[in-house]
């Protein structure tokens, strides 16, 4: 990684520590790079917008998925074994009378490979301790308000396991095709703080 | 006695706060801690539950989220004996 010109101070402590490490042969400027490169590029919540949209048009995927989501994921070309271990993926289906929202409550356990990085207010300390206790308020500070009567299921993600949520698929696209669905789903709807 | 991380059904951090359009890394150097550590895992410099574990004993809330992580990777480092 080449192109630096933060002056900040911890900017300056990274770049003296990777400095060192080179010098002992435990880090190596390309390998970070090209480590980096494929990060962007791979991970991304369109990974996690293709699965759910196939999941709209194709049952016996969507049965799949629910069932056994690691094995299910190569049907789309992808797979939960790109990070450093591989992890087990749950995926949790919205209903009529269930909605799912996914937190880490120790740390920010998220399932990168289909979602990307996760977003700062997901490692919050404010979003984690108070999504397990007053998921219901804090899902209308994302502007979601549920019915009184829709259950919400909070899950806790860790080392080994990762969630996502399967939205429901939206009134009126009957007519789209499956890329067309996967441009509705939203980042924030695969962990469950908007309807979609 | 949980570690400071377990913060689950705690009160008193405030509003959760989205921010809108955020980009995956900050600010450079973030992208270069997170590849650090990548790179460092996959060496086997250290494995990932030390790492989680370096963050949850040495983490604050005072700090962010990478500052947290570049913690971690200094004191293992130095527990380790590599600086």
Redesign the interface.
Known sequence: MSDDHDDSPIAARVRELEAILEEKGLLDATELDRALEAFAHKATPANGFRVVARSWVDEEFKARLLENANEALPAVGLSMGGGLQVQRLRVVENTEKVHNVVVCTLCSCYPIALLGPSPTWYKSPAYRSKVVSHPREVLAQFGLELPADTEIRVWDANAESRYMVLPRRPGGTEQLSEEELATKVTRNGLIGTAAV | MPRI???????????????LD?P??H???E??????N??????G?YN??EF?DA??RTMS?ESS?Y?NW?RA??TL?KEKG??
């Open positions: 991380n377990d913060v689950g059904g705690q009160d008193g951090f405030g509003p959760v706060e989205e921010e955020e995956a890394f600010a450079d150097w992208a270069h801690v997170f590849a650090m990548r790179a460092l895992v996959g060496r410099v990932l539950d989680r963050v949850e809330h989220y500052e570049f990777i200094q480092l590599h600086v």
